[in-house]
């Protein structure tokens, strides 16, 4: 096979930037065969590969990518769901600049190759293209219960199944698939395949249970003492939105990036026969710099905004969201007002949120993060005139679960403590991503559940 050394990776095809802006159709719309393959020949199949380190999950990228460079999208399928029970997820959504492409040699003197185009090409060919459903392996006789349905929940809702348990999967919401469905956009993970990576594990015979807030519906006790569950698995994410205590954040018109997500991507709150409509504003000030804040600008802005602020207390370079995010934001219109910080938001008579005073910073020394320490600028107070703020400072989690789960043992802070096993304090009760780390990412949720997944499996076993 002749290798291509171009020192660019291809180009992902997407939606005009002025186009796309209006609509909650897909961004990038993904590579062609064709491009594919010569995107795949830029692998130098390296005898020691450095990308495969960078994956959380472990996928065999090399062996992967060779099959697509030779036309054999299945076979290249088939390495990937080995180690991946969510790809054409996280084709989309992980950080590879900061994880496989991160280590990968192209990228020393030009750029990585394109892992993460490639895995979304593989399983969205996968997904176009397979005829059969998996084949459902035979029970082993144990059942295990997963609490979230989220990307933890449902990897280590795959790896059991494959391994014969009877999986059951406890959804508080009405829809599964946790954040991918209620806080990732349309424009960037398609609810649809999200639900297909869903019947496929229903297909290994995973069951689903909806609108089963555990702690509520059924605690944790009762899913081991009385529903006969030998192990719980618990992936409940993290929630609830923090604020910044600033007069003005009970007025009208303010929300947290999780409402605000939540009430578009899962209610669909734009579609002009909602039953739960969002308001349509006209200046939007979305506070914060991650990826959830650039998913929520971005929605504002789809929704009909004509101005939509990012508030940042650092520069554009402490960003925390991925440059491919804060890139897609830019060109879609959204301004950024960096070094600036909120103070207080002000309302008009009816109680509606009018405006915000923010302040300018500067960058003094480091922190505890290692990042420069924003620091008040002098005199420098200004309005912005907004209709609408969105908070999207983070999440913790949610503390139903410790407090309906005696002898539980949680971080300060809400997250719950596990060894490297996954286990928790309470015998036969298992945690892994947001519930145990606080917001992250959802390749390092999945790895939680793969971790959790092989822990289970080794608890059971030591039981017979």
């Known amino acids: 096979m002749a290798f291509n050394m171009s020192l660019k990776k291809n180009p992902m095809p997407s939606q005009d930037p002025n186009v796309r802006n209006k609509n909650f159709l897909e961004v990038a719309t993904g590579y062609t065969e064709d491009i594919a393959i010569d995107e795949a020949k830029r692998c130098l199949q390296c005898k020691n590969p450095k990308c495969m380190g960078g994956c959380p999950v472990h996928i065999h990228i090399p062996e992967f990518i060779a099959h697509v460079a030779e036309g054999r999208f299945e076979e290249a399928y088939n390495v990937i769901s080995k180690s991946s029970s969510l790809p054409a997820v996280c ?38 293209n397979a005829k059969e459903a998996p084949n459902k392996p035979e029970s082993n006789g144990h ?30 919401l009405h829809l599964a698939g946790g954040v991918l469905v209620y806080g990732i956009p349309e424009f960037r993970l398609p609810k649809a395949i999200v639900q297909k990576e869903i019947d496929g594990l229903k297909a290994l015979g995973v069951k689903v249970e909806t609108n089963m807030v555990i702690g509520r519906t059924i605690s944790i006790d009762e899913l081991i003492n009385e529903y006969g569950f030998e192990a719980v698995f618990v992936g409940s994410g993290a929630g609830l939105p923090k604020f910044m205590n600033i007069p ?100 008009d008579e009816t109680g509606t949120v009018s405006a915000m005073k923010c302040v300018e910073m500067t960058l003094g020394e480091p922190d505890a993060s290692g990042r420069r320490r924003p620091v008040v600028k002098e005199n420098s107070e200004f309005d912005l005139e907004v209709d609408c703020v969105i908070m999207s400072l983070g999440t913790s989690p949610n503390p139903l679960i410790k407090a309906t789960t005696p002898g539980l043992d949680t971080e300060s802070w809400g997250g719950i403590i596990v060894n490297e096993a996954a286990a928790t304090s309470k015998e036969g009760v298992y945690a892994g991503g947001d519930a145990v780390t606080g917001a992250a990412t959802v390749i390092l949720a999945m790895g939680a559940g793969k971790t959790a997944a092989q822990g289970i499996d080794e608890y059971i076993k030591s039981k017979k």
């Open 248 to 347: 003005g954040e009970n007025l009208k018109g303010v929300y947290s990036a999780n409402e605000f997500l939540t009430r578009v991507n899962l209610m669909k709150a734009y579609q002009p026969d909602s039953t739960t409509p969002i308001k349509i504003s006209k200046n939007v000030a979305v506070v914060g710099g991650g990826n959830v804040a650039m998913d929520a600008a971005r929605c504002a802005k789809r929704l009909g905004a004509e101005n939509v602020y990012i508030v940042y207390r650092r520069g554009m370079e402490e960003l925390p969201a991925r440059h491919e995010e804060v890139e897609h934001a830019e060109e879609e219109g959204i301004i950024f007002k960096v070094l600036t910080n909120p103070i207080s938001i002000s309302g």
């Open 143 to 172: 059942k295990v219960a997963i609490v979230g349905s989220g990307p933890a929940g449902l990897t280590c809702a795959g790896d059991l199944a494959k391994l014969g348990y009877e999986v059951t999967i406890f959804e508080a």
């Open 91 to 128: 084709g989309r959504v992980c950080p590879q600049e900061s994880q496989c492409e991160g280590q990968c040699v192209r990228g020393i003197k030009g750029e990585p190759v394109g892992i993460g185009r490639l895995e979304r090409f593989v399983a969205d060919w996968h997904n176009a």
